[in-house]
């Protein structure tokens, strides 16, 4: 079982910055790639960003450029996932999720999301 807890939602206006932050715990050893979604209003939930164990990173077309994924593993007991968000657009407006996967892409859970509003 892993815990996921995201942190650092906000309202900002267009162009600003917000720095999403999301704490795994409990069974953190089978945590491989971690990464963000959103939902948007009136929208399905999307990905937004990954990272694999190796730090490699991957991105939605609508954010890359703009948003920066990190991860800190040092701690055995808990994991860290980043969103770094900046030139914020107003379709960014959504909840962000943390989401990790296992060793074989199986999701190991979701955190309760974080709301991110973006004012134009």
């Known amino acids: 079982q892993v815990q996921l807890v995201e942190s650092g939602g906000g309202l900002v206006q267009t162009g600003g910055s917000l720095r999403l932050s999301c704490a795994a715990s409990?069974?953190?050893?089978?945590?491989?790639?971690m990464g963000w979604y959103r939902q948007r209003p009136g929208m399905q939930r999307e990905w937004v960003a990954l990272?694999?164990?190796?730090?490699?990173?991957?991105?939605?077309p609508s954010v890359k450029g703009r948003f920066t994924i990190s991860r800190d593993d040092r701690d055995d007991v808990k994991k860290m996932v980043f969103l770094q968000m900046d030139s914020l657009k107003p379709e960014d407006t959504g909840v962000y999720y943390c989401?990790?996967?296992?060793?074989?892409?199986?999701?190991?859970?979701w955190g309760q999301g974080t709301q991110v509003t973006v004012s134009s």
């Open positions: 989401n990790v996967h296992g060793p074989y892409g199986t999701s190991l859970g």
């Open positions: 990272i694999a164990t190796d730090s490699t990173t991957n991105y939605a």
């Open positions: 409990g069974s953190v050893g089978s945590i491989h790639t």
